[in-house]
């Protein structure tokens, strides 16, 4: 009978042991701060991954909405421009076409001489006449 008692003893040595090596692999794991750190950096990166292609998809699905609702109003454009356009016009379009980039000319050269105005330095401003 005295084999039972010892028996027991050593079966709760054996089981503490157990339970403090588990416990110590779990302090282990936690203190190992760089494993951590690591896990953590691979979670956010997959997050972001995961968002980035979620925006993405949602950016080329509004791009095709946009270019469709362009498409159509490009579309009425001309052809409201077309029915409302004086028949001598549509035949012979290159006057109106001439005009319209004399027109556009115009405005970027007066467009480049006021931002030239506007980037000179201050001295050379106070040394021309208004």
Not at 5 to 22: C, H, K, M, N, Y
Not at 48 to 59: D, G, L, P
Request: charged share 35%; net charge positive; hydrophobic share 40%.
């Amino acid at each position: 009978m005295k084999n039972k008692p010892t028996e027991d003893a050593q079966a709760r040595v054996e089981e503490a042991r157990s339970r403090l090596g588990e416990t110590a692999e779990q302090l282990a794991a936690k203190a190992d701060v760089k494993a951590r750190t690591q896990e953590k950096a691979a979670d956010v990166k997959a997050r972001t991954q995961e968002k980035a292609a979620e925006v993405k998809a949602r950016t080329q699905e509004k791009a095709a909405e946009v270019k469709a609702q362009v498409q159509e109003t490009a579309s009425k454009t001309v052809h409201t421009v077309q029915e409302h356009t004086p028949e001598p016009i549509r035949r012979h379009p290159a006057p109106l076409v001439a005009a319209g980039g004399a027109v556009l000319i115009g405005a970027a050269v007066l467009g480049r001489r006021r931002n030239a105005r506007a980037a000179r330095p201050a001295w050379k401003k106070l040394m021309t006449k208004h």
